[in-house]
């Protein structure tokens, strides 16, 4: 069954500008929220990549490093990894439809050329488990190439997370002698940006406090 996804918001649309020449390979990825059940994940970064492509993304020889020298099961390894990275066009083209379906940007890494390893699954966190989205089964799907997402939410600021977050700002800024005046959406942008810059965020004790 395809996992759909369900964004909440997003970034901006902007349209980029390309020099044709050279074959160049993107890998594409766009950060928005996930809403699982009750529970929002915030900063969640889906990465796209594309399936089944059906014909070469390019010439394999100028596009993989030491390609005529590699064994069979690694040569078949790269050519996979190679095909599932995206055209300039492609990236242009997933841009406008994940902006208008999901309200979310799509940011374009630049591949460095010849491949010699691993591009996709591979993060900073090797323990990660990662979940899927089939965009190619949601209804309206439009573009020519099919192109899936995998993501995680192990390392995201959770809903409650983020309340507990403004909770302890709002405490804070009431005890402390100050006159400030702060909506609650600027203490939300606060909490997300400690997380996010300095990965800190606040977790509310399970143990009753007694106040002295």
Request: net charge negative; aromatic share 12%; glycine share 6%.
């Amino acid at each position: 069954m395809a996992r759909h996804l369900r964004i909440i918001k997003g970034g901006q649309w902007q349209p980029e500008d390309h020099q044709h020449g050279e074959t160049e390979l993107f890998l594409p990825y766009s950060i928005g929220e996930l809403k699982v059940g009750k529970t929002v994940f915030h900063g969640v970064r889906f990465n796209w990549y594309c399936v089944d492509r059906q014909e070469p993304i390019g010439r394999y020889q100028d596009l993989i490093a030491n390609y005529s020298k590699l064994e069979e099961k690694q040569r078949l390894f790269l050519e996979t990894e190679t095909n599932r990275c995206l055209l300039a066009d492609e990236v242009d083209e997933l841009r406008w439809y994940v902006r208008h379906r999901y309200t979310l940007d799509v940011v374009a890494e630049s591949v460095q050329l010849p491949i010699r390893e691993r591009l996709h699954l591979h993060g900073g966190y090797p323990n990660d488990i990662y979940q899927f989205l089939q965009l190619t089964e949601n209804t309206g799907y439009s573009l020519l190439f099919k192109v899936w997402g995998y993501y995680s939410t192990r390392h995201c600021l959770t809903s409650s997370s983020v309340e507990s977050g403004v909770e302890f700002l709002l405490k804070a800024l009431k005890w402390l002698p100050l006159r400030v005046s702060v909506g609650k959406e600027d203490l939300e942008q606060v909490v997300k940006r400690l997380y996010r810059e300095e990965g800190m965020f606040v977790e509310r004790s399970s143990e009753e406090v007694q106040s002295s």
